[in-house]
């Protein structure tokens, strides 16, 4: 089970094929506390991550404890939202959007270092 | 006939007394409500510590109202020596603007009080009278008085100031006036819902002082949006009210949700349920179709934005279903109510099927079917794979969260609604009439859009064969032969539930009723027991349940009566549908033209008015909607192919009606009709 921010994001490169996820486009950036950034550039289903700041359409700021809460399945990303544990600028449409392809993936898979990584499409 | 005024704008309102004070107990309803959270319970204005009277209220726009007051002389003998006027406008917060007018010769010396609190309870708290889980706090900062709420992370804070100088206390704000002869003293007072758990801290409200032209947050004034709906020439006098009305509180209700940005739709109703109201939104979309059809393309967009992905118990989620309510309240955020969002509703799903085909019908926008055809198909699916639970060819429900889900999922969702002829409960899963009708007209509808746009024929000649074994099923299964109507459900024991109710109009409108069975039932829906005068009742008179002031259980619905009059042009009964308009839009006139929720289902006879339900929303949205579908009804609208088609029955009560400029795929047309249909007379074949 993954423990860090690092090896929760890295669960996330697998590609997910859902019809419902064809609108899914644009770069969400997770702001974690005292850690570190990522950004996940997304482009129908697949995901390409990249560590630090930069550029992107929403910005996520959450603690780390929270972040691998929402990845693991643990904490709906919404109400954690409607919480005040996440905090959220840009995008909200896209927003929503990230909520939807966090509960449509497969379970985590065998955590993976969070590296520039892009994933192929099938 | 009510002691509140309420302006709105968005999911932020502002529900006050008459004097314009918000004056509340913990569970009365009244307060300035944000993003479902009440971010001010106690708003009080007094002056030498007495509260002055009302001397005239007006809501000038959906967002603002001004009251004027004047102290109690306690005798006409002796004039007031001074007035107050209170100016409010309301978003983000309200500004209230607060003048004192001195009258007399004489300088006065006057202390004036604003007293404030906050419980900031979420809506769900005020409706079940809930405690608070966090703790409150008071500050005086920055010349600002500072009401919060912190529970964890959830913080939400009302920051409250004046423009001229006062002392500021953590009760409230004092003025100690000293106005010279015919003078008068000013000050702005802005209330901001400062901390909302959205964007960055909100320091000012939206609309500043003598911001007259304030543009509502609908992307258009309200001016605009008026003069973009159909012209109504009618020489009926009070119908010009009620299509004024509808118009306005129409566009008052529209409000954006930020997960789904730049487009807004209708909420449902104030003041507890300015939401995302799945079904709500997809019928006042329906109803307002010939006038604003931009509401149904937004409605359907922000749906299947959020249309159900996965099976989740404590949501009533399920893929493809559509969803039944969204807030952003305390008690959704910590999953305590499931609304983030809630899908429990059985009958949302089919709507959004219907609307889709509806609007494609009237504006041409083949596009937009083509974009949600994913999501279309991902509806038709949960029909039948989730809808039906137990596979015996009917949409059920029963929920799946016993602990705060809903009993009933079908649109009367009080917990008492589907009883028996005797009055006994019936048992979940219950398969309710209408939701029959509305899949049996979904599936034929999405049949056309199957062959027109989804290049897919296979599709639309099982969508048809299906229809066409649930409308053979349904008139067997749900007719009730002895008492010649069809049943309001079948229940978890398949059981017949045996009352007579409104629900049966629905199945005019779905198409889903044998001819000689809906002949039976417009005359069951137009005799004594069912129709009170002044509308169809929920329940009829005589059912065990009856009772013309429980919420489904005998009180008239306008929007219930809106479908069953458009249901029966559908069958041709162009009379009968007439006289529930006329009864309908008569009653509007006893509210000021804005027709409440329900109201009771007294008989006519017996009350010289229509009687208000209650603790009815107003407005509310499908409510609102009324009118303008019985406009519809009345003037026999259609959409045939590129052509608007009319064919009136318009009783001669109304004598000329005229809607000019209806938009459409047509671009615009006029359709008029004069007054011919005696709806005091029964047509013969209602005789039985």
Redesign the interface.
């Known amino acids: 089970m993954h423990e860090t921010a690092a090896e929760a994001i890295g669960t996330l490169t697998a590609r997910v094929v859902d019809p419902r996820l064809r609108r899914l486009k644009g770069t969400c950036r997770f702001d974690v506390e005292d850690t570190g950034s990522w950004r996940l550039s997304f482009d129908e289903g697949g995901v390409r991550i990249a560590e630090g700041p930069g550029e992107a359409d929403c910005a996520v700021s959450c603690r780390e404890e929270d972040l691998v809460r929402a990845i693991r399945g643990e904490q709906n990303l919404i109400t954690a939202f409607m919480q005040g544990r996440l905090r959220i600028r840009g995008d909200y449409g896209l927003f929503r959007q990230l909520h939807q392809f966090l509960r449509l993936r497969p379970p985590p898979a065998t955590p993976l270092a969070a590296t520039e990584r892009p994933v192929e499409p099938p | 006939m009510t002691d509140t005024l309420s302006i709105l704008e968005g999911n932020t309102f502002v529900v006050s007394n008459r004097h314009g004070d918000i004056d509340c107990s913990p569970d009365e309803p009244q307060g300035l409500f944000h993003q479902d959270t009440r971010f001010l319970s106690r708003w009080r204005l007094t002056v030498n510590g007495e509260r002055p009277s009302v001397l005239s209220t007006d809501d000038l726009q959906y967002f603002s109202a001004q009251f004027f007051l004047v102290p109690s002389t306690g005798t006409i003998y002796v004039n007031p020596s001074f007035s107050v006027i209170r100016k409010r406008a309301v978003g983000g917060g309200f500004h209230e603007d607060v003048t004192v007018l001195n009258h007399s010769a004489e300088p006065v010396e006057l202390e004036l009080r604003v007293e404030a609190s906050a419980d900031f309870a979420d809506l769900f708290e005020v409706k079940d009278a809930l405690a608070k889980k966090g703790h409150a706090y008071r500050r005086i900062e920055d010349g600002r008085l500072v009401l919060g709420y912190r529970r ?4 939400r804070e009302t920051w409250i100031s004046s423009s001229a100088p006062g002392e500021i206390d953590e009760d409230g704000l004092r003025f100690r006036l000293r106005i010279e002869p015919h003078g008068q003293w000013n000050t702005c007072l802005e209330v901001v819902a400062a901390l909302d ?1 959205w964007d960055e801290t909100r320091d000012r409200v939206k609309y500043g002082h003598g911001d007259d032209k304030a543009k509502p947050n609908v992307g258009m004034s309200l001016d605009g949006w008026l003069a973009k709906a159909p012209r109504l020439e009618t020489s009926w006098r009070p119908l010009h009210r009620s299509y004024t009305r509808s118009l306005v509180d129409l566009a008052a209700l529209r409000f954006y949700s ?4 730049g487009q807004a739709l209708p909420a449902a109703g104030l003041p507890w349920f300015m939401a995302v109201f799945g079904r709500d939104s997809l019928l006042t979309s329906f109803q307002s179709l010939p006038f604003a059809p931009d509401l149904a393309e937004t409605t359907l967009r922000v749906l299947s ?3 159900g ?2 099976r989740d118990d404590f949501r009533d989620e399920e893929p493809g279903k559509i969803l039944h309510e969204m807030r ?1 309240g305390e008690m ?4 305590e109510r499931p609304h ?1 969002p809630y899908f429990g509703s059985a009958d949302t799903t089919p709507l959004f099927l219907i609307l889709l085909d509806e609007l494609e019908r009237w504006t041409g926008n083949g596009e937009l079917v083509r974009q949600l055809e ?1 999501e279309a198909r ?1 509806a038709l699916s949960w029909i039948d794979e989730y809808g039906d639970r137990d596979g015996d060819g009917y949409v059920e429900y029963q929920t799946r969260n016993a602990k705060t889900g809903l009993e009933n999922q079908c649109w009367k969702d009080s917990w008492n609604s589907i009883l028996f002829a005797d009055g006994s409960m019936s048992r979940l899963p219950r398969a309710t009439c209408e939701i029959q009708g509305y899949v049996y007209d979904a599936k034929l509808r999405c049949a056309r859009l199957a062959r027109l746009f989804w290049n897919d024929s296979a599709l639309a000649e099982r969508l048809e064969t299906e229809a066409a074994e649930l409308k053979l099923r349904f008139n067997r299964d749900f007719w009730i032969e002895d008492r010649q109507f069809f049943a309001l459900a079948l229940d978890g024991d398949k059981r017949k539930v045996d009352s007579l109710t409104s629900n049966i109009g629905h199945l005019l409108w779905s198409g889903i009723a044998d001819e000689d069975k809906a002949l039976a039932c417009v005359r069951h829906l137009m005799a004594e027991r069912l129709f009170s005068g002044w509308g169809v009742r929920t329940m009829a008179e005589g059912e065990g349940g009856y009772n013309p002031i429980g919420y489904h259980l005998g009180t008239v619905w306008p929007h219930d009566n809106s479908i069953i009059a458009w249901g029966m042009r559908r069958y041709g009964y162009r009379r009968e549908a007439a006289r529930i308009a006329l009864a309908i839009l008569e009653a509007a006139q006893f509210f000021d033209g804005r027709l409440p929720e329900a109201f009771a289902g007294y008989p006519r006879a017996l009350t010289s008015y229509p009687v208000e339900y209650p603790t009815a929303c107003s407005p509310q949205a499908w409510a609102t909607g009324a009118p303008l579908l019985l406009l519809r009804a009345m003037l026999g609208l259609q959409p045939i192919g590129d052509q608007l088609l009319v064919d009136p029955a318009i009783p001669r009560q109304i004598d000329r009606l005229e809607i000019l400029g209806i938009p459409g795929r047509w671009n615009r047309a006029d359709a008029f009709g004069r007054g011919m249909v005696d709806v005091a007379e029964p047509a013969r074949e209602m005789l039985h």
Do not use: N, Y
Not at chain 2, 332 to 335: K, N, R, Y
């Open positions: 964890d992370e959830f913080a758990g930020k997960l789904t940005p934005a959020q249309q992905t996965i952003w959704t955020a910590f999953e983030s994913h991902a």
